[in-house]
């Protein structure tokens, strides 16, 4: 199987092999418990969906939560496949179609997609960031510090990603696992060394990451998120730490020893342990030595440098970051961190600008109650005496209903003004969220809380209610450039919203 390991210099080495890809050599690893038909076919393409089947696929029927592949076999033999692989045996398929039979449909096309694309994880080192908040931080900025320092890197994350410094736009926090083994080719043979990835829960328990050789993992933390998924905050855990359980002897897995469940995630992994933390003394240890508004002066393992993000949770996600680094031997310690200096916040996490009357605005993707309050508590650190706190925020739609009172009470507790409005409604009525958030809070502090379900005119409003010096936080969408709407995506931009309601409020 050493065709398995081969590097591909380019596209075209890449497209010859793939069009003399045999299914025994697909299937390598992936578990087979019945055959019908040969195994010496030429696979061109391998779909999951059964749209995108062409001539002469391969198409694995896989068990979704509302859709089970299973359902358009014949409909994928129709359109070209040539083999077909379940769960589920089936009967009565023409015997020029091979069928084969797996446990887990999903970890099999994991598998079977990194073997159809040359297993490219084992020629990179690939590092999966996990966590309520801050995967996309750490997993940027350690993307933006192998380029610092000079190495070629890919990054998979929520906000985009990229193949070295070119963008490829991102539709899901962790790719399908055909798109991500795509991704991964293509980063390998733009000479990639290291590739920087969120692992999302659902990613993790979907199984989007099987076939992929991990150099290790980090945990940033985890708090209340995706309930309406996993139903139980147990089997969000498990999620969680099923990335560790199933890294290798080889790699790292790296947690922040200040989250009850960072020794959590490493109880039964064969991975290298280490921790990091604030606050509890392990392996990196970090300490805020000053804190303003244009930036941060940070001591991590004895040694200072400066920064310009703000706030304790960017400490820690630094602190990650700089564990991770050293465990890849990116750098020695002091050059790491005057690259480390460098680094710029990611797009829509704390990202700040000046309007009239000496105002400032925060575009922050906080939607989780503990994301909400980190930034929170962050900001009123910062405040003078005489400023305010004034927060927009809301709850998406179709999603874990549990934590929009939550939300509302953390808004509540740290703001001076609190103003409820629309997320992402999706499907549900906008005034039926804000009635859920409103719903923890008791009368006297329901009334003094303003609810505009318009997000556009809530943002005015609360620029208009500041006073100079007050701070305005719109929370909960960040990067996003769009608002879902009864199943449309409507252009939408916190950060070009506030920018023109403040250019207005100076004309």
Partial sequence: ?????????????????????????????????????????????IAFDSRKVAKDSLFVAQKGTTVDGHQYIHQAIAQGAIAILVEEWQEGLSENTTQIQVQNSAKSLGIIASNFYGNPSETMEVIAV?????????????????????????????????????????????????????????????????VFMEASS?????????????????????????????????????????????????????????????KTMLLNTKAKKGGYGMKSPTDYKGKILEMHFNGTLLDFNGEEFWTTLIGDFNASNLLAIYGAAIQLKMADGHELLSAMSLLKPVNGRFQYLRGPKEITGIIDYAHTPDALKNVARTLKQLIEKGQRL??????????DKGKRPEMAKVSTDFA??????????????PESILD????GLDLAVRSSVLRISDRKQAIKAAVMMAEPGDIVLVAGKGHENYQEIKGV????????????IFKTLEA
């Fill in 416 to 429: 001076n003004r609190s103003i409820f409005t629309s997320d992402n409604p999706r499907n549900e009525d």
């Fill in 202 to 262: 659902h990613g993790i328990h979907q199984e989007r990451m099987a076939g992929i050789k991990l150099a290790g993992a980090l945990f940033t933390n985890l708090s209340r998120d995706h309930l309406d998924y996993h139903e139980t905050f147990e089997n969000y855990i498990n999620a969680k730490k099923k990335l560790f359980d199933e890294l290798p002897s080889s790699a790292f897995a790296l947690t922040n020893a200040d989250d009850r469940h960072g």
């Fill in 489 to 500: 995506k409507h252009s939408f931009d916190d950060f070009e919203i506030l920018s023109e």
């Fill in 1 to 45: 199987m050493a065709g398995h390991r081969k590097v591909l210099k380019n596209d075209t080495d890449r497209n010859n092999l793939r069009r003399m890809k045999l299914l025994k050599d697909i299937l390598y690893k992936a578990g087979i418990e019945r055959l019908e038909g040969s195994l010496q076919l030429a696979i061109n393409t």
């Fill in 436 to 439: 859920d958030m409103e719903a």
């Fill in 130 to 194: 996990t966590g309520t908040n801050g995967k996309t931080t750490v997993a940027s900025l350690l993307h933006s510090l192998a380029i610092h320092l000079g190495y070629k890197a890919g990054l998979l994350s929520t906000v985009v990603n990229k193949i070295h410094r070119q963008e490829v736009p991102a539709t899901h926090t962790t790719p399908d696992a055909i798109q991500m083994q795509q991704l991964l080719a293509k980063m390998q043979v733009a000479g990639c060394r290291y």
């Fill in 390 to 399: 004034i927060i927009v925020v809301g709850c998406g739609g179709n999603r």
